[in-house]
């Protein structure tokens, strides 16, 4: 069935595209596949939750990559991407995820430190501790 789903006018879509996600900052994600031989356009799905169901974010795309926006910063998005030809689909590529953050501001970051231990031969150990304030 699916090498069926995979013919239209005699040209299959070989292949599954492979998708990755990269969070862009606190609103968006950014996407990217690779090209599928015999594919004309994309279309990229978005699920709240592992495994779907998948509504679409954006059909017709003809580039191999696309930036999700208007996101909810640390909410993470699943997605998938299904090459097309002539409005048939192929299978659709293994899922991946993302959540969007708001980058690290050196100025927000407080590093401490705090003897644990004196050897009494000069040795000390010493933890440092890291923290930030998020702010999406």
């Known amino acids: 069935a699916q090498e ?12 599954v595209p492979s998708l990755t996600a990269q969070a862009a900052d606190a609103t968006q994600i950014n996407l990217y596949w690779t090209a599928i031989p015999n594919a004309t356009r994309y279309n ?3 699920a709240p939750a592992s495994g779907g169901p998948y ?4 059909g017709g795309l003809t580039a191999t990559n ?3 926006t ?3 910063a640390g909410m993470r998005y699943y ?6 030809y002539v409005g ?14 708001a980058p690290i501001n050196p100025a927000d ?4 430190a705090t003897q644990l231990a004196d050897h009494g031969s000069g040795g000390q150990d010493i933890i440092f501790t890291v923290a930030n304030s998020f702010r999406a």
């Open 4 to 15: 069926i789903r995979n013919l239209y006018y005699g040209y299959p879509i070989h292949g």
């Open 44 to 46: 990229l799905k978005r």
């Open 55 to 58: 509504s679409t974010v954006v």
């Open 66 to 68: 696309f930036t999700d």
């Open 70 to 72: 208007d996101l909810s």
């Open 79 to 84: 997605y998938v991407v299904q090459a097309s």
């Open 88 to 101: 048939a689909e192929g299978a659709p590529s293994a899922e991946v995820s993302a959540v969007p953050s």
């Open 109 to 112: 970051v407080v590093i401490s």
